[in-house]
């Protein structure tokens, strides 16, 4: 199910247009920084928990060695930290 299939499943289901859910979803889900609830609570470092539905949150990790396995030469890069 993608956002415009579940903006009409919402719209179906709470009698209302399909602008106004598809605008509510996008204000929930968006992932552009200070628009979607859920990416704005995450930016603050704070968790996201929906009953019933799942928890989100993030972590902090080390720089670390990485290669590329897919190419011939292996050369050491540095990922950043996450």
């Known amino acids: 199910m993608n956002k415009n299939e579940m903006a009409e499943k919402l719209a179906n289901k709470c009698d ?11 204000c929930i889900f968006d992932t552009k920084p200070g628009t979607g609830v859920i990416a704005t609570e995450l930016d603050a470092s704070r968790k996201v928990q ?9 972590k902090n990790r080390a720089a670390r060695q990485g ?3 897919y190419l011939r030469y292996q050369e050491p890069r540095c990922t950043p930290r996450a």
């Open 50 to 58: 929906i009953a019933g539905f799942g928890t989100f949150g993030t």
């Open 16 to 26: 209302l247009s399909q602008a106004k859910a598809q605008e509510i979803i996008s």
């Open 67 to 69: 290669r590329n396995r």
